[in-house]
Nanobody, 130 residues
């Protein structure tokens, strides 16, 4: 199994920036991919970005530019994934989840569908203050 723990959530002022982190542990494979998703109560979860083990990153079209996904690789395994968000607005208030998938399930379709990953963190709540 894989455990994912997000951190970095909290209250952020509109217009500011935020860095989220997600540490992975457990049975990790060097070919896994990781991604960030978010969900607002009452709405479906949406994908933000996906990053492959070779550092290729893909974003939801509407989120290109303000969101940046990156990762740390230790001993050929991705152990930490980050999400940087700038120019925050009230619409960015959500619970942010990181997720991990085995290579056979890695696909940019995960961004579109908002799901399909193998392992999920418990989420980090982000609120926006004006």
């Amino acid at each position: 199994a894989v455990q994912l723990v997000e951190s970095g959530g909290g209250s952020v002022q509109a217009g500011g920036s935020l860095n989220l982190s997600c540490v992975a542990s457990g049975r990790l494979y060097g070919t896994d991919c990781m991604g960030w998703f978010r969900q607002v109560p009452g709405k479906e979860r949406e994908g933000i970005a996906l990053i492959y083990a070779d550092d290729r990153a893909f974003y939801r079209a509407s989120m290109k530019g303000r969101f940046t996904i990156s990762q740390d690789i230790t001993m050929n395994q991705v152990t930490t994934v980050y999400l940087h968000i700038n120019s925050l607005t009230s619409e960015d208030a959500a619970t942010y989840y990181c997720a991990r998938a085995r290579s056979t399930r890695c696909s940019t379709d995960r961004i579109t569908s908002g799901g399909g990953m193998d392992y999920w963190g418990k989420g980090a709540l982000v609120t926006i203050s004006s």
